[in-house]
């Protein structure tokens, strides 16, 4: 990302050093003998948010995270449920069955937290798979605008990785993105 940004700034630093004459129109670099380089933007996160499938890719990943936590709370009742009865009985049971309980609730722990570890994993591929087709509708859109519109570039906004976008020399391409994507 520091990469794409250095470039941006070099390729503006040389369309400004280059301007002819005639001032560029709001959003436009121009570079003689080329075409005017504009540069959009947008909230990456904010886009993906207001498309009408993501409220049903939250709810389906809501119940299956449900699932797998109900899932876990019984194993978990399970485990405490033998662990109790073995508190309860481990003073009465003679040495061979008191270690062999002991291994039976290792083992139990073991695969619970394993369990608990690839239910983790398993959520987090799920809500990948659910939202790359979401992720690629919304890129999509994003490029079709670019295109309609004559931009070099779409910057992302989220997570301060441009904290400042001068709106005279670009263009929020936000609204034409959810305009596109209903």
Known sequence: MNKILAILLALFTLAASAQTEEPAAAGQFSIPNSRPLRIGYLSYDSALVRMADYAAVQQQM????SAYEAEM???????NQKYEAFLE?????????????QTELQT???RNVDFRRQAQTELQQA???AMQPLHQRLTEA????????????VLNTDSRACPFVDPALSVDVSQAVNDLLR
């Open 89 to 101: 009985g481990q003073k009465d049971f003679p040495r061979t069955i008191l270690l062999k309980r």
């Open 73 to 79: 709370q019984r194993v978990e009742d399970e485990f």
């Open 62 to 65: 809501a119940a299956l995270r």
């Open 142 to 153: 994003i490029a079709r605008v670019a295109a309609h519109q004559g931009l070099a570039v």
């Open 127 to 129: 809500e990948r798979q």
């Open 108 to 110: 139990l722990l073991q």
